[in-house]
T-cell receptor
Framework: QKEVEQNSGPLSVPEGAIASLNCTYSDRGSQSFFWYRQYSGKSPELIMSIYSNGDKEDGRFTAQLNKASQYVSLLIRDSQPSDSATYLCADSGGGADGLTFGKGTHLIIQP | SQTIHQWPATLVQPVGSPLSLECTVEGTSNPNLYWYRQAAGRGLQLLFYSVGIGQISSEVPQNLSASRPQDRQFILSSKKLLLSDSGFYLC???????????????FGPGTRLLVL
């Protein structure tokens, strides 16, 4: 069975610092990877998607993918209190199949 | 732009009662549609997905069923709810997949179900 593993946290980071979130996946056939942010009581919202090895940057967010190590990470620069949320990592084997999610990492940005 | 709606937002139901949750998408045609459940202490679990009208794939054996009577409508049902059906039910859509790459999925606001 496909699995996505994340450290549940909480991960506490001072405001203005870099938050680093990590994720590993079990299926070597996975081709698509996603980071979602979920505030308490709300539905997940997309942060970034990544499909190729290397880094992908979007504003304060950088996603990193290493398929050889089956590892995905998300860096948040200049962390803000509004970044405090649970971050969900997900992967997909492709096509129209659904996503496999990790249980999420709870991030707390300390003012 | 595309919009996804879910209702009701919250629901409290007794054990053994029926269930019907509805999801509709606006602003796109022939989307892929998905039902997920998020239970306390567990990650998001895929329940069903659909690539077209009347086409339903089930991921987890359970007492739930799904239907897609129209292109942009996805319904989750149960004839008799169990206590273990409590959770946060999320509908998601993605553009029609043109190749092997999974397109991004976008989530609706969710329905919080409590079975007593």
């Amino acid at each position: 069975q496909k699995e996505v593993e994340q450290n549940s946290g909480p991960l506490s980071v001072p405001e203005g610092a870099i938050a680093s979130l990590n994720c590993t996946y079990s299926d070597r056939g996975s081709q698509s990877f996603f980071w979602y942010r979920q505030y308490s009581g709300k539905s997940p919202e997309l942060i970034m998607s990544i499909y190729s090895n290397g880094d992908k940057e979007d504003g304060r967010f950088t996603a990193q993918l290493n398929k050889a190590s089956q590892y995905v990470s998300l860096l948040i620069r200049d962390s803000q209190p509004s970044d405090s949320a649970t971050y969900l990592c997900a992967d997909s084997g492709g096509g129209a199949d659904g996503l496999t999610f990790g249980k999420g990492t709870h991030l707390i940005i300390q003012p | 732009s595309q919009t996804i709606h879910q209702w009701p937002a919250t629901l409290v139901q007794p054990v053994g009662s029926p269930l019907s949750l509805e999801c509709t998408v606006e602003g796109t045609s022939n989307p892929n549609l998905y039902w997920y459940r998020q239970a306390a202490g567990r990650g998001l679990q895929l329940l069903f997905y659909s690539v077209g009208i009347g086409q339903i794939s089930s991921e987890v054996p359970q007492n739930l069923s799904a239907s897609r009577p129209q292109d942009r409508q996805f319904i989750l049902s149960s004839k008799k709810l169990l206590l273990s059906d409590s959770g946060f039910y999320l509908c998601a859509w993605s553009p029609t997949t043109s190749g092997e790459i999974q397109e991004t999925q976008y989530f609706g606001p969710g329905t919080r179900l409590l079975v007593l």
